[in-house]
């Protein structure tokens, strides 16, 4: 390979892992992918001091500018919008930190924050940049940089998860889910609900999903319990990573219905998001790289 494409080799899987935490979606992020690359093989290399950083700054502008894009097509999407969902690799969950910040429950909290917020957030707090380099990457001064990271981030602690579930308890809650949505057993589901939860699906107009965001346990539990079976079809349900963390794929007659992801605090299920738009699961056939 040519010095330009190895460095843009060597550093892809962090680009895209960027890309996407600003904008929830993996094929919008490899778009992103492409407009950076076009822009790098015309940089001079030699003139170049840090190369990572310098990526990640072209990545991170055209992330922006495609963020706002993705916002005016969101305000016209049918029903809730939840993030697109990937398949991810074992080395993914064992960084927690990169897990916890491509969590479906994470990303939902980054879609509430203005796109440089997001930006700063994601550069500062997942990839460790410093206030110099994202403020060239988000064209703010330093010190402009720094109170919008600390703006950000008090705005994510707010509304994050009250604490980052482990593996295995968000593990024995999805196992604990599954029984109960395998059996439609709606006392076991209301054993792993919490009174509060709630549950958003996402069919994007294509395939029926609810409208709006189902709270409270009696009614998701009576939802589910209602929805999954169905007579006709051969249900299986897959316990993988998705998003760096444990998720159910369901199958009816061998083909993918939907994804369900899911927010756990202390040993219950506070979120369910389920993703049933057919142009959002693409990806979960196949595992996708990611890094920082």
Do not use: C
Not at 198 to 222: M, N, S
Not at 270 to 284: F, H, Q
Request: glycine share 6%; hydrophobic share 45%.
């Amino acid at each position: 390979m040519d010095p330009a494409t190895e460095v843009f080799v060597a550093h892809r899987n962090l680009l895209f892992t960027v890309a996407y935490e600003m904008l929830g979606s993996a094929a919008d992020a490899e778009d992103v992918l492409q407009e950076t690359w076009l822009r790098w093989v015309g940089v001079d290399l030699d003139s170049v001091r840090e190369q990572r950083a310098y990526l990640v700054r072209i990545t991170t502008r055209q992330a922006l500018s495609r963020l706002r894009t993705l916002s005016r097509r969101k305000e016209s999407y049918v029903g809730p919008w939840l993030p697109e969902p990937l398949l991810t690799a074992p080395d993914v969950a064992e960084d927690v930190e990169l897990a916890d910040s491509v969590s479906m429950a994470m990303l939902l909290v980054l879609e509430t924050l203005t796109p440089t917020e997001r930006a700063v957030f994601v550069l500062r707090e997942v990839f460790d940049l410093d206030y110099d380099e994202i403020a060239e990457a988000v064209d703010k001064s330093p010190a402009a940089v720094r109170q919008i990271a600390h703006r950000a981030r008090a705005h994510v602690a707010a509304r994050r998860p009250r604490g980052v579930a482990s593996r295995a308890e968000t593990r024995g809650a999805l196992e604990a889910f599954q029984r109960a949505i395998e059996t439609g057993d709606l006392q076991s589901l209301l054993d792993i609900l919490a009174p509060d939860v709630v549950f958003l699906g996402d069919g994007g107009g294509v395939v029926q999903a609810v409208l709006r965001p189902v709270l409270g346990a009696d009614k998701v539990a009576r939802l589910l319990t209602a929805g999954i079976p169905r007579i006709d079809a051969e249900v299986s349900v897959e316990l993988v990573q998705i998003n760096g963390g444990p998720a159910l794929i369901i199958r009816f007659d061998g083909d993918i219905d939907n994804v369900v992801a899911a927010r756990v605090d202390d040993g219950l299920i506070t979120g369910l998001y389920v993703v049933r738009n057919p142009e959002k699961l693409s990806r979960v056939e196949n595992e996708t790289a990611m890094s920082r």
